[in-house]
């Protein structure tokens, strides 16, 4: 493995690896200098299981918005699914369904849009924006119609399900009182880590994911290449919706409960971590691991604000927002300077 | 006839609205033989080929390989019957690399077995002496290396009928001869090659057979040694030869007043490297030299199209500052750029509004021209220009490559400027409209219109200019004036066969 | 100039076929439920004003803020390619600073209400100018460039209110927000009015809608004529931020009160839709302002049609998305493409295609 790894090193960095490299970089910097400068929290190991206990949802949903963004469309429905889906299962858990079906009704409700939208969009040709701000209003407004009250699941498997945490003694740390809590991480994440695993396999080595890179860099030249650029952007918003369905679920282990506002603006959380990863919203440059470390940079940015004492409700958007006008314009720099160097 | 016929296309027919693109056109590739599809722009080569590889569905007619009947339904369909086309513009994927660009959208497992497909696309590319990793990003690699990977591709497929479409445009002679030879190679394999190019000399190089199209209809079908190279081009454009001579024979190239117009010492921009540069009033000079010698480049700096990084300028005189393009439209130059789709017209809108932009521009914004006063306009340059258009309101993009000259052409008349640069003002457009604008660059230094000319046809600007400024790599190397002013001597100057 | 008045009307009706069919349809729908849907009465406002009601009235009004932000963002749309999704952060920024204005003086008069204004504008079109320049000069995308502000717009807008939701009361705020005293008519449709009239002599008399078009169209070639194609791109941004001001203070002055979470919430993708059933195309370029604009006041006499049948604000979005699509569906080039073979192919079965696309 290590000898295929240095073969690589020949070529120099795509622009892809380039953007993930200094994403992870940063998140690398970012999380040791709160270590150090804020300490803390940030020592435990449990503040980075927290981290991804909370975000599983969108880390899965990102990968899904990756793989869409990558070849060249966007998908703003993805928060509204996840909604949907939390809320969906939750009222069917409540009335007395089974565990199984209830993780079927997540994934056939993300397959449903995925299906729909990308139907719409690959072989209606209606713009991918109008098309999955439809889904997305869709999806808002069942969830609302099926309940505006928030749900708590009441359902015995689930809830044994729910409670099955991973923990790790090694990783814990000792509370106040004196004892020892393990480091915990939720089932979410584990499905959350093999979601980011497979979309990687996915664009990496598999025929459907290289074609939606072809496709998202020139569609024209994926056309003339003989790629079915129809099927293949159908299959990137299916497989955005299933993942958004997933996402669903594992929001509702985490919370126990539907609530209609429950996924507010995932989507453009989604967005920032894919674009904080390296993804380019003019399609075929992006990588999911990126987006993955996209994700945890943007907690991180939140929880360092939080931890260093800007309190004020405001601060966590504003240090966001200023942290994607960094990323954005450092990938507007660094490729322009790219673009210059190869044209002499 | 003896030979075994690879492919027969038999009374092809195109009809695009309004037009009949092909007509009953009949092409016969036989296997081991370059076979080189002739014909002026809008004759009908691209369309034929485009209904050969899928891109356009035939209206009538049959295409036939190695006598089977087949119908072709995608360019996919096509690469998958052993069609496969490396086009003129690259149609690779850049963000991919090239062992992807080898091997994506063809057929196989879902599962892509990368290591292999590099060891496979390396010995392949070691065997074609194509000078590129496997690993290397497509977009890193130059154009030819690029067009290369295209053909190794196709090679790849076992296809049997290989279309370079203007393989060579953007080549320099090495990588050109680079590429003959590895046509060659193929041809002894057994593939067919059907080559379009531009380049006669190429094509008396390389080509065994020749099938020449016009106006959507066959010409006919030579052998490449019976046909002389001048009857060629009789055939392509339908034309006597004493006819082609028509205009230099008539219109005496006046010499031009002794008062220069503009005037650039040392100028130079992020792609050009500095050069001098000037030009009386109401003389027509031209920049010669083969594609990518930077003869675009120096006009795009003179006009400030690119970043100007240095020299100075004077115009009628007086020192200018010509940064950008607003600044030499002040000072009465215009500019008809090279690629007419990327930054001519602006297609979805209309004739008369694409005819006034420029003069609109100058005018500022505050200024806006009534709609009373731009239809004025644009119907009398609709008329003086002979443009054929439906309406002035037709948007531009519906027009043909001639037309839609024409009307980038008027736009630049209507700002009445002293000094106007055409690159490549006849490229992709018919005969009869080449010789207008010729006859019109020649009548407006007539009236004192300082005019620079560049065209690759170095036939005319020898016929329309009165001093050529030959280019190679980037610099000037020669300036033929006088005498001078002959092919043999321009394209010695070009080679670098100058004393 | 008559004769091409009405030669323009009818290419333009090409672009505006499905907004004015949607309302055509809304308007039939109304009338069947309901025949008094559109009866417009006079009644009499806590202020004792005579004023026009209905919901004919409701629905011009209502969609206020929608059709001033519409306009603002075809332009963007035209210039760029692209939407600025940060028009309804923005829009509460402006509202913000207006109301913080206001109750910096000691009183409210009609100066510090245009003060006020002027202020907000001002802060827009600095906001604007932020999109603007990572769009022009940065070459950022519009969504990806406006996502900055969309993230933390809001949060702005709270920082700027000092963490409450201050309210002014001044009946020259309630004015503007709704009816001045003598005036049946609502204030913000005299404003969109206004507006439109504005933009309408902004193109009569410069050239902006030329220059628009080209560089939308065509940045390269726009940019070798001569036009400054960043500047034409920043403007577009600018001229928007004074839309979302003209729109965040009508915003707050219907309330009374600026609530940074609120105010003209989801606004941004209404706008962009509003934009695109207008018959633009979201790719850029050729653009029609009356486009957008009557797809402001289809979404909007969609939503007052909604309420109407007694769905709740909250699921009203799951109808309008399932409207949407069939809009959208039935405007597809390739539906059009389809429809029109079958319908040269067997008029009799045009009726079905038209269903089964919705259905889709």
């Known amino acids: ?113 995925g299906l729909v939208q990308g139907f719409l969009i690959s072989y209606l040709e209606i713009q991918p924006f109008i098309v999955t701000l439809a889904g997305m209003f869709f999806a808002r407004g069942m969830t609302t119609i099926l309940s505006v009250n ?32 393990p480091g915990t991480i939720e089932i979410g994440v584990v499905v959350a880590i093999v979601c980011v695993i497979l979309v990687f396999l996915l664009l990496k080595n598999i025929r459907l994911g290289r074609n939606i890179y072809a496709m998202g860099g020139n569609q024209q030249s994926a056309l003339m290449l003989g790629i079915n650029v129809k099927r293949t952007r159908f299959m990137s918003y299916l497989i955005s919706g299933l993942l958004s369905g997933v996402a669903g679920y594992v929001f509702l282990m985490h919370t126990g409960a539907g609530n209609a506002t429950n996924a507010a603006g995932m989507e453009m959380n989604a967005i920032a971590s894919a674009i904080i990863g390296g993804t380019l919203l003019t399609g075929g440059v992006g990588n999911v691991i990126g987006t993955f470390f996209g994700t945890l940079s943007l907690t991180t940015i939140k929880k360092i604000v939080v931890s260093s004492g800007l309190n004020a409700p405001w601060w966590q958007s504003i240090t966001t927002g200023g942290m994607l006008c960094f990323f954005i314009l450092l990938q507007s720099v660094v490729l322009g300077r790219r673009a210059k160097k190869k044209k002499t | 006839m003896q030979e075994e016929c690879l492919l027969t296309m038999r009374r092809i027919d195109k009809r695009f609205p309004g037009v009949l693109a092909l007509n009953g056109v009949d092409f016969t590739l036989r296997a081991g033989e370059i076979h080189a599809l002739m014909g002026e722009n809008g004759a009908g080569k691209s369309t034929l080929i485009k209904v050969l590889t899928g891109v356009y569905q035939m209206d009538g007619g049959e295409i036939r390989v190695e006598g089977e009947r087949i119908a072709i339904h995608s360019p996919q369909d096509a690469q998958n019957k052993g069609i496969s086309t490396v086009y003129q513009e690259i149609t690779l994927c850049p963000n991919l690399t090239v062992a992807e660009n080898m091997f994506i959208g063809r057929d196989g497992g879902a599962w892509v077995r990368q290591r292999e497909l590099e060891r496979r696309a390396d010995a392949l590319l070691t065997r074609l002496g194509i000078p590129a990793r496997s690993t ?83 010409v006919g079908e030579y052998l490449t040694e019976e046909l002389p190279q001048l009857q060629l081009v009789s055939k392509m454009i339908g034309k006597e030869l004493e006819e082609l001579s028509y205009l230099g024979e008539t219109e005496e190239k006046k010499t031009a007043s002794a008062e220069t117009f503009y005037e650039a010492e040392g100028l130079s921009s992020s792609d050009a490297l500095p050069f001098d540069f000037s030009i009386r009033k109401g003389e027509v000079n031209g920049f010669t030299g083969l594609l990518g010698s930077g003869r675009s480049e120096s006009v795009r700096a003179i006009f400030g199209a690119d970043k100007v990084t240095g020299g100075t300028v004077r115009v009628n005189g007086k020192p200018a500052k010509i940064l950008r393009p607003i600044d030499a439209m002040k000072h009465g130059i215009g500019y008809l750029a090279e690629d007419r789709k990327r930054d001519g017209i602006i297609a979805e809108l209309s004739v008369r509004e694409n005819i006034i932009l420029a003069l609109q521009v100058m005018n500022g914004m505050f200024r806006p021209i009534s709609r009373s006063e731009s239809e004025a306009f644009a119907d009398e340059y609709i008329k003086v220009l002979n443009i054929k258009t439906a309406s002035r309101e037709t948007p531009v993009g519906s027009l043909s490559g001639g037309n839609q000259q024409k009307v ?27 010789l207008e604008i010729q006859k019109l660059v020649l009548k407006l230094a007539e009236e004192g219109v300082s005019v620079t000319f560049i065209s690759s046809e170095v036939e005319e600007m020898l016929r329309t200019c009165s001093r050529l400024i030959v280019m190679r790599d980037r610099h000037v190397v020669g300036e033929l004036t006088g005498k001078d002013l002959n092919q043999t001597q321009v394209m010695k100057t070009i080679a670098g066969g100058e004393a | 100039m008559k004769k091409n008045g009405r030669k323009l009307s009818f290419a333009g009706l090409g672009q505006l076929t499905i907004p004015l069919i949607a309302i055509a349809l809304l308007v039939v729908f109304n009338l069947i439920r309901d025949p008094g849907f559109f009866s417009i009465g006079i009644s009499h406002n806590n202020n004792g004003n005579a004023v026009l009601s209905g919901n004919i009235i409701s629905i011009i009004n209502g969609a206020s803020e929608l059709a001033v932000l519409a306009m603002g963002m075809t332009l963007v749309t035209a210039a760029c390619g692209g939407q600025d999704i940060s028009v309804g952060a923005a829009a509460a920024i402006a509202g913000s600073v207006f109301v913080k204005v206001l109750k910096a003086g000691a009183s409210i008069t009609a100066g510090t209400v245009i003060l006020a204004f002027l202020c ?43 963490g409450a939701t201050p309210t002014v009361s001044s009946p020259i705020v309630t004015g503007i927000g709704s009816f001045i005293p003598g005036i049946p008519i609502p204030t913000p449709v005299i404003i969109v009015a206004v507006t439109a009239i504005l933009f309408k002599l902004l193109f009569r008399f410069t050239a902006l809608g030329l220059f628009t078009q080209s560089v939308g169209i065509n940045g390269s070639a726009a940019r070798l004529n001569g036009i400054n194609e960043k500047f034409i791109k920043l403007l577009s941004f600018v001229i928007l931020g004074v839309c979302v001001s003209i729109a965040g203070c009508i915003g707050v002055s219907r309330l009374g009160l600026i609530n940074h979470e609120t105010l003209l ?96």
Not at chain 1, 19 to 36: C, D, P, S
Not at chain 1, 83 to 102: D, E, F, K, Q, R
Not at chain 2, 414 to 426: F, K
Not at chain 3, 122 to 144: C, D, E, H, K, S
Request: some cysteine.
């Open chain 1, 1 to 113: 493995m290590r000898k295929l790894s240095l073969l690589k090193r020949k070529e120099p960095l795509s622009d892809t690896q380039l953007l993930m490299t200094i994403t992870i970089g940063i998140f690398f910097v970012m999380y040791i200098l709160a270590m150090i400068l804020l300490g803390g929290g940030f020592l435990h190991a449990q503040q980075l299981f927290d981290m991804l206990n909370d975000n599983a949802s969108l880390i899965i949903v990102s990968c899904g918005l990756t793989i869409v963004m990558i070849g060249g469309g966007i998908d703003i429905s993805v928060g509204a699914v996840t909604s949907l889906t939390v809320m969906s299962c939750a009222l069917y858990l409540n009335s007395g369904g089974s565990l199984i079906a209830s993780m079927l009704i997540a994934i056939g409700i993300g397959l449903a849009f």
């Open chain 1, 150 to 181: 928030p749900q708590k699941a009441n359902h015995k498997a689930f809830a044994a399900l729910r409670e099955k945490k991973i923990k790790i003694d090694a990783l814990g740390y000792r509370a106040k009182n004196g004892n020892l809590v």
């Open chain 2, 136 to 218: 290397q990003l497509l977009g890193s690699c130059s154009l030819a290396v690029q067009q290369m990977v295209a053909i190794a591709r196709a090679v790849d497929m076992k296809c049997k009928v290989l279309i370079l479409d203007e393989p060579t445009s953007s080549l320099d002679e090495k990588e050109v001869q680079r590429l003959f030879d590895l046509m060659r190679d193929l041809k002894s394999r057994g593939v067919g090659i059907i080559f379009v190019t531009h380049f006669l000399d190429q094509v008396y190089e390389v080509s065994d057979r020749i099938t020449v199209l016009r106006n959507g209809e066959l």
């Open chain 2, 408 to 434: 980038i052409l008027a736009r630049w008349l209507l700002t009445h400027p002293d000094y106007l640069i055409l690159d490549e003002p006849t490229r992709g457009i018919d005969v009869g409209t080449k």
């Open chain 3, 120 to 162: 907000s504008c001002l802060v827009a079109m600095i906001f604007g100018m932020f999109n603007g320049t990572l769009v022009a000069v940065f070459r950022i995308q519009p969504m990806i460039a406006t996502l900055i502000l969309y993230t933390c717009g809001r949060s702005v807008a709270y920082w700027i209110n000092g």
């Open chain 3, 265 to 360: 919430i989801d606004i941004e993708m209404d706008t962009i839709l509003a934009v695109a059933i207008g018959g633009n195309n979201l790719g850029g370029g050729k653009f029609k302002l009356s486009g957008s604009i009557i797809g402001a006041y289809v979404i909007q006499m969609l939503t007052i049609t909604l309420y109407a049948m007694k769905v709740s604000s909250t699921d009203v979005k799951a109808y309008k998305a399932v409207v949407i699509i069939l809009l959208v569906v039935i405007g597809s080039p390739v539906i059009k493409e389809r429809f029109a073979g079958w319908a040269a192919r067997l008029r009799g079965r045009s009726k079905k295609v038209s269903v089964k696309g919705a259905e889709e």
